[in-house]
């Protein structure tokens, strides 16, 4: 058990819907990242937040957007869905800002239909 | 041309092999992360170095800073060491990480 959480484990839905993903970092961790995982573009990094603020982005769609809360907890909303946003979405933590080995949770597996 | 490129892709051995797997990359980097992946999805960091050697039980990382190329090695390889295998390096100054496209290795009872 990495300590990550990641809700919901699976998450089904439609074009054109509006989803969110919830992510508990590591008790201590600070540092928040998520990442996309499909089967032809492989693992990409989207976005980082650090203690509350966005510390790095990487390829999010502008249809996507992400938060960390003073819990530190952190949410991914994923909006006007397509067919080619169905992939496995981790979440990962780590103690710094940049530098560290990650924690990684168990991901989510969207899938649009 | 990926900034990281991985070999084998696929690799599948006998238990008890000796395993080893590489990474090569092309910018200057702050670290370089191992990450094993199981048929569940799940991702475990193995290793993250930044010059020279790691081991940790039968798995063992190394990276030439100079060559850019940083291998893991496993030993006296499992069936349970059947996995996806993913190299990362993080560029210097950068925040992100950059994947490689995994090994797939699979070890045969």
Redo the contacts between chains.
Sequence with gaps: DSGVTQTPKHLITATGQRVTLRCSPRSGDLSVYWYQQSLDQGLQFLIQYYNGEERAKGNILERFSAQQFPDLHSELNLSSLELGDSALYFCASSPGPDRGKLFFGSGTQLSVL | KNEVEQSPQNLTAQEGEFITINCSYSVGI??L?W?QQHPG?????LF?LSSGKKKHGRLIATINIQEKHSSLHITASHPRDSAVY?C?V?GQG?????????TRLTINP
Aim: glycine letters at 18%; a positive charge; proline letters at 0%.
């Design positions: 702050s670290a992360h990450l999805g799940g991702i475990v960091s993250m993913i990362a993080r950068a925040q992100k990480l950059v994947f490689g496209q995994g």
